[in-house]
């Protein structure tokens, strides 16, 4: 199990060391979605369904081929999911003006109500963190994360 006391060189990282980080990733995870997940499952939804319902509530009007790329997912698994999203009456989607090939989405009340009870739960989770671990471990936390992404996603989180 992971021992977080001990101290770890940030010159020589063992391999025991990445092990445990790759632990915590896991069971940080596991907490992370767990309310969520529960929350989900009482509309037959899984957790693709919850990050559509995320990424498209935090970019209104987002093209299914932007969430195509920030999700990094087939068409067709979008496809289904987004689909059940709509027919469900959780997303809207209407046809581009420019482009009638483009479709856009928003959330729809319904979506945006769904979409609040499930970030709720998870930034109550990551704020209950962050304060028992003070300004500069968040800081810190934020670079190793910012780490582990490509380029793309950097340039995404770093503009918002």
């Known amino acids: 199990m992971v021992d977080i006391n001990s101290p770890a060189n940030p ?4 391999e025991e ?4 980080a790759i632990e915590l990733l896991f069971f940080a995870y596991r907490d992370f ?5 529960r929350i989900l499952s009482a509309y037959n939804f899984g957790r693709a369904h919850h990050r559509v319902i995320y990424f498209v509530g935090r ?11 920030v999700l990094q997912i087939t068409k067709q ?8 999203l709509v027919d469900e009456g959780f997303i809207d989607q209407e046809t581009g003006t420019e ?8 959330l729809s009340e319904k979506g945006y109500a769904l979409e609040k009870l499930l970030s709720e ?22 670079k190793i994360l910012l780490g582990m992404l490509d380029e793309d996603d950097q340039s995404r989180i770093i503009k918002k």
Do not use: M, W
């Not at 060391?17 to 445990?20: G, I, K, P, T, V």
């Not at 979605?33 to 997940?37: K, R, V, W």
């Not at 698994?77 to 059940?84: D, I």
């Not at 482009?99 to 928003?106: A, C, I, Q, S, V």
């Open 121 to 142: 739960t998870q930034r109550q989770f990551v704020a209950k963190s962050y304060a028992k671990a003070g300004p500069e471990a968040v800081a810190g936390f934020k």
């Open 11 to 14: 010159l020589f990282l063992r």
């Open 77 to 84: 698994s979008l496809s289904r999911v987004l689909r059940q």
């Open 33 to 37: 979605t767990g309310e969520p997940d």
């Open 17 to 20: 060391e990445l092990h445990q």
């Open 59 to 69: 970019n209104p009007g987002i093209s299914v081929s932007e969430l195509l790329s």
């Open 99 to 106: 482009d009638r090939r483009r479709r856009h989405l928003e």
